[in-house]
């Protein structure tokens, strides 16, 4: 058997994996360190104060009291430190970067389908930029799953209510599994897929093809499809406020509260537009809910978004300096573009 | 003086000549008695039963993974597996084990009470927990459930098509057995403790039997609302859980953890009890910092409230809230630190033996600290997002649950065994079935641990070739496990027929249990014992036994 069918250690492929690792190899340190100290010192007593005779009793000997202070303050002391690495590593994994190219999931039973913002779609495979920080931004059709990269020691539960994000960046190309983590039915073991690093020039060729125009543009077109053009005009003659600018701006609501204008906020004004109502505007949007499907909903979040930002939603992909890329051999020209099934992209 | 040895120390009684279980014959006599021993053995017989089923589906399942492709069972037939197991293991073994077969045995006669406080309340619990458990077979026979033993909406309320409704109404009602126990409890050790038996010199199963208690009549309410809730949005579908109608699936999992962290301490804190019990027996000394293990099981109540939301760290809450609880969580792993190190100081200069009770009780020792520094690497929250919803958290709660509490089971089955029955188990075969069983259990699951961090997610039923030889060393270990577990089951049948009689204090130990009849007569003592020494105080307990003697 090769050493490569029984490993020990997932393979790194994401700047936060050597962090979450590093943070891995300090606990079984202290943590095995500690118990196995505990163990030994067992099983030196228990040896040593075997009971000789049928009627022994023990010696009337009190272990000083300050060893159990010692023992509260000590380990709580390390703990404290435990806490604080996990904490620092968690924001880490959680503040996604700014320039972070975005991607969007759904998850269903049982199946992860992904989009790109230039519009390519693909099911169970998942095609990313090495050293890129990528953003995804998922939801659920149906149940809770969750989207787990092992080799990017990331996962994110998906839920069926709201949006959820996360973020990576892979740190070499090659071919990584996607999981399943959260029980979700009956092929909750078969919802998998794996994720292809590609070097950048290869996924932006891999875009290029076949894709049915942007998200944004699919979006542009179910936006006249459900009508949302009647009330939301470019001028403030519609019904609804304009919604040109709004991504990433602060509404003020009816009730005066604030929100931000994010992809939950948009989400939610289509689904249920009455539960936050624009200051100034009469709750006469109509629900959209199930009516949309969560693919065109995303379409049209990802419509939304692009009106609000000064970036398009086309990816900005550039050549990449050769420094983000731990990879030695680039690929030969073509074969990232899919289906793309053999090895080929692993260094 | 001289003459009287420790197994000596004892109230003078006359012989008994008719114990509880000799006093009357019949299936009726049992099945309608209000002794609390007899009710002991009730719960003891059927926790027995259905740990064997419980244990059988986790068999199937660890054949099943074996090899990576899903060959054995099909994939709803290895989701409704999983799913009975966690069920049965832990709402219908773990959580009564203890508490309900030993606490109920050994309270009244720890506190010099001729019973519990509602003896006809017990003996409820026992027909809830037998209505809930004859509900559960008659699904299982009828098609089982598959949503996990931890039901999160909206799966169990909108997709799933099996008995999710019928489970969790017998989970509701077995909730109430354990509430009506833990309410027993409560009441019996406020209210029944011998003259002289004040809170102090109480041993320490007491104090753990009361943190526990507390627990239960707290915890339990909160789960038996949300499974009606969880029935409620099934059956008329209302939308409590339902974003299609405001609703918020993940409320469910506030909700459920709420009950089923403080749970996990029904289990874990009869067994710190057992085990201080023993180690004290075993080391005929009284336990380091008494005090402090005392008062570190009620902190461990209190605290354990406060952390539900580390088993949600990546479902969706916010970084903030997510720090919060990781805190919490180190906090709470403080007072069970203590507990670890207190046993270990109490083995200085004491007089260890080695029998099988204290086996087991090393054991739980070593495993229960594998589960609980685990727990620090799940509450480090960065580190929890790579390992959360994979074997890494099976490992974990296993350690603490089959590591700790099911170990310190054993080892309270043994230890008081001839006070339950009158006769002794085979110490040899006990020696060695201990040994198997630690053996099995570390080859089972600390290759779970390594498969988790690999990336192996928990609840499934294929895995990628490259996990299978973990895998396979997980299923050699259960099997090892497997013949651990069988042979107490054939020896400890066999005592009682052909075990040598125990007398009242085969271990020369201390504790009232130890001072009458084994096995115990109806009524526990022939005159309500007087306490005048601590809990674990052997010279002075030697001291007052040999007066009342001489009298
Ligand atoms: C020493 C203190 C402990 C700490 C700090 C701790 C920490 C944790 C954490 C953070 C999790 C969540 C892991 C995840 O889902 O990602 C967890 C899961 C779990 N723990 Fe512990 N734990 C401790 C003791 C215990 C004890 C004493 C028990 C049982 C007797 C226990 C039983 C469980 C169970 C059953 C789960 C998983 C539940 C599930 O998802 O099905 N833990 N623990
Ligand atoms: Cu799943
Ligand atoms: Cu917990």
């Known amino acids: 058997m090769m050493l490569s069918d029984f490993p020990l250690w997932p393979e790194q492929a994401s700047t936060v994996a050597p962090g979450v690792d590093a943070l891995m190899t300090f606990m079984c340190i202290v943590c095995g360190g500690v118990s196995v100290l505990t163990f030994f010192v067992i099983f030196i007593l228990a040896i040593k104060y075997r009971r000789t005779s049928e009627n022994q009793l023990a010696q009337d000997y009190e272990p000083p009291k300050a060893l159990e202070a010692a023992w509260i303050i000590i380990p709580f002391l390390i703990f404290m430190f435990m806490f604080v690495w996990g904490s620092w590593l968690y924001f880490r994994i959680q503040r996604v970067p700014e320039n972070a190219i975005d991607i969007y999931a759904t998850g269903k039973q049982w199946m992860w389908k992904f989009q790109h913002a230039s519009g390519q779609r693909e099911i169970n495979t998942l095609h990313v930029p090495v050293g890129r920080p990528i953003r995804i931004t998922m939801a659920s059709e149906d149940v809770i799953h969750s989207l787990f990269f092992p080799a990017f020691r990331v996962k994110s539960d998906v839920l069926p209510n709201r949006y959820k994000t996360m973020w990576f960046q892979a740190t070499k190309t090659g071919r990584f599994h996607i999981f399943c983590a959260e029980y979700c039915g009956t092929q909750h073991s078969g919802m998998i897929g794996w994720v292809e690093v590609m070097e950048p020039v290869d996924y932006q060729k891999w875009l290029a093809g076949g894709a049915e125009g942007s998200l944004a543009s699919q979006g542009e077109k179910l936006f006249q499809k459900y009508a949302c053009n009647t009330c939301h005009t470019n001028d403030a003659t519609g019904r609804g406020p304009v919604l040109l600018g709004l991504y990433g701006t602060t509404v003020t609501l009816s009730n005066n509260a604030t929100v931000t204008a994010d992809e939950n906020y948009i989400r939610e004004s289509i689904l249920n537009p009455q539960a936050k109502i624009v200051k100034g505007f009469a709750p006469v949007m109509p629900t959209f809910q199930g009516q949309v499907s969560e693919d065109d909903l995303l379409k049209l979040v990802s419509y939304v978004h692009s009106l609000g930002t000064q970036k398009t939603a086309v990816v900005p992909v550039e050549t990449p300096s050769s420094k983000d890329t731990s990879a030695g051999s680039p690929l030969k020209p073509g074969a990232g573009i899919p289906p793309q099934k053999d090895k080929g992209a692993t260094p | ?551």
């Open chain 2, 1 to 551: 003086m001289s003459s009287l040895t420790l197994h000596d120390v004892r109230f003078v009684e006359p012989e008994a000549t008719r114990n509880y279980i000799t006093q009357d014959y019949g299936a009726l006599s049992w099945l309608f008695t209000k002794d609390h021993k007899r009710i002991a053995i009730l719960y003891l017989i059927s926790i027995t039963a259905l740990f064997i089923l419980g244990g059988f589906f986790a068999v199937v399942m660890r054949i099943e993974l074996l090899t990576p492709e899903g060959d054995l069972l099909t994939s709803d037939t290895y989701n409704k597996f999983f799913t009975l197991h966690g069920i049965i293991m832990i709402f219908f073994f773990l959580i009564p084990s203890i508490p309900a077969v030993l606490g109920n045995f050994l309270l009244p006669l720890m506190l010099g009470a001729k019973d519990l406080a509602f003896p006809k309340i017990n003996l409820l619990s026992w027909y809830l927990y037998i209505i809930a458990a004859v509900m559960g077979l008659y699904i299982i026979i009828t098609g089982g459930v598959d949503t996990g033993w931890t039901f999160y909406t909206p799966f169990s309320t909108q997709f799933s098509n099996t008995h999710v409704f019928g489970v969790t109404f017998a989970a509701f009602i077995v909730g109430f057995s354990s509430i009506l126990t833990g309410l027993n409890f409560l009441v019996t050790i406020h209210r029944m403790r011998a003259p002289g038996l004040t809170w102090f010199r109480l041993p320490l199963f007491v104090w753990a039997m009361y943190a526990t208690s507390i627990v239960q009549l707290l915890a339990t309410p909160v789960l038996a609302i949300t499974l009606v809730m969880l029935m409620f949005e099934r059956v008329v579908h209302v939308g409590i859980f339902d974003p299609a109608l405001g609703g918020d699936p993940l409320l469910f999992q506030h909700m459920f953890w709420f009950y089923s962290h403080p749970a996990v301490y029904i289990m874990i804190l009869p067994a710190m009890g057992v085990a201080s019990e023993v180690v004290a027996a075993f080391t005929r000394k009284k336990i380091f910092g008494y005090q402090f293990v005392a008062y570190s099981s009620l902190a461990i109540a209190f605290l354990g409230f406060l952390v539900w939301a580390h088993h949600m760290f990546v479902a969706g809450i916010s970084v903030y809230s997510a720090m919060i609880f990781s805190f919490l969580s180190y906090f709470v792993a403080v007072p069970s630190a203590i507990k670890v190190f207190n046993w270990t100081a109490t083995l200085y200069r004491a007089s260890v033996s080695l029998m099988t009770p204290m086996l087991y009780i090393l054991g739980f020792i070593g495993l229960f600290t594998i589960g609980g520094v685990t727990g620090l690497f799940l509450a480090a929250i960065g580190l929890d997002v790579h390992v959360t919803d994979t074997y890494f958290v099976v490992a974990h709660f296993h350690y603490v649950m089959v590591g700790g509490a099911v170990m310190a089971y054993m080892a309270g089955l043994h230890y008081w065994w001839p006070k339950i029955t009158g006769r002794m188990y085979p110490e040899w075969w006990a020696r060695l079935a201990a040994l198997l069983v630690f053996a099995g259990f570390n080859l089972t699951f600390f290759p779970q641990f390594v498969l988790g961090y690999l990336g192996m997610p928990r609840r499934y039923h294929a895995y990628a070739p490259e996990f299978q030889v973990l895998n396979v060393m997980s299923t050699a270990g259960a099997s090892v496990l497997a013949v651990g577990y069988a042979l107490p089951l054939c020896y400890l049948l066999w005592s009682l027929w052909y075990g040598r009689p125990a007398g009242p204090n085969p271990w020369g130990a201390v504790g009232l249990e130890w001072t009458t009849a084994s096995p115990p007569p109806m009524e526990n003592f022939h005159e309500t014992p007087v306490v005048t020494w601590d809990a674990y105080d052997y010279p002075a307990m030697m001291k007052a036994m040999g007066e009342t003697q001489n009298v």
